[in-house]
């Protein structure tokens, strides 16, 4: 009798404890990640599939005797000692828009124009990698018809294998990218007989045939010096538009075969004076 009697007094008071219980605390919310920066990738306006890095292996092994010829132009630059200022497979790309224009996206140029290549590697490697970092070469070597369905100037720097566009490889911005190179130039530009151009986002171009400068935006231009000519200005092909996107990209691929055209790393030097140029036209512009 007693334990029936507790079994429903328990049973009245159930639901009066369970209502006087505070209720279980909510599952704590998982943490949100803090949102990622956009990648660093500033060639990747300028370079589709195919001028990158798995593009190289497909040229280059779709045809036995660019082996050879890779091999010939890495060595010369070896024996010019500049080879590995930027890696030599970057320095074959031709153009931006070279699908458009039914070319090759990587070209070893005619050997006439190597030596037009060692001077500005030479500035490459002596003021613009040191004041903003490692570079990538997005444009090179333009054979006629590429840099005239491309938009370049008719004497072209890009047609002599002196001109090379970069980007950069360290973060940086714009205005800081272009104040620092236009610093360097105006201090050291003249004896390369050094050009230095601008273009749309963080490209910019570097050739060894006149001294002289373009396409500063002008809250920069107006700390540096001008030394800007008409005669100077010329377009080496169409900037991309406003609208694109852009911001390391690959580096300097494994070779599929034993004449491998991976660079050598042995130290440039950097002469107290530099080297005699090799002659060139007197009105080639960029």
């Known amino acids: 009798m007693m334990r029936q009697l507790f079994l429903a007094l328990s049973l009245l008071a159930g639901p009066a404890v369970a209502q006087s219980l505070p209720p279980a605390p909510a599952a704590p919310l998982a943490p949100v990640p803090p949102a990622q920066p956009a990648a660093w990738d500033p060639a990747a306006p300028y370079i589709t599939a195919g001028q990158d890095e798995p593009g190289y292996r497909s040229w280059y092994l779709a045809a036995p005797w660019r082996a050879g010829q890779v091999k010939l132009f890495n060595d010369y630059l070896a024996s010019a000692q500049v080879s590995g200022v930027v890696p030599t497979w970057q320095l074959l790309r031709t153009a931006t828009s070279w699908k458009d ?25 002596d003021y613009v990698i040191p004041e903003v970092g490692p570079v990538e070469p997005v444009s090179g070597y333009r054979n006629p018809n590429l840099n005239q369905c491309a938009g370049g100037a008719p004497e072209s720097a890009h047609k002599h294998y002196s001109a090379v566009d970069l980007v950069p490889l360290k973060p940086i911005t714009r205005e800081a990218m272009m104040k620092t190179l236009c610093v360097g130039h105006s201090e050291h530009g003249a004896p390369y007989n050094a050009g230095l151009g601008f273009y749309a986002y963080m490209r910019f171009h570097i050739d060894s045939t006149k001294y002289r400068r373009w396409n500063m935006d002008p809250a920069v231009a107006a700390e540096c010096p001008p030394i800007i000519h008409p005669e100077d200005i010329a377009s080496v092909g169409q900037p991309l538009p406003p609208s694109g996107q852009g911001q390391p990209t690959s580096q300097l691929p494994v070779q599929p075969q034993p004449p491998s055209p991976a660079v050598a790393t042995a130290p440039v030097p950097s002469p107290a004076s530099p080297p005699p140029q090799q002659p060139q036209p007197p009105s080639l512009r960029p």
Request: charged share 10%; with cysteine.
């Open 101 to 125: 224009c039914g070319s090759q996206p990587f070209e070893v140029p005619p050997t006439t124009e190597w030596p037009h290549i060692v001077q500005t590697l030479r500035y490459i490697h």
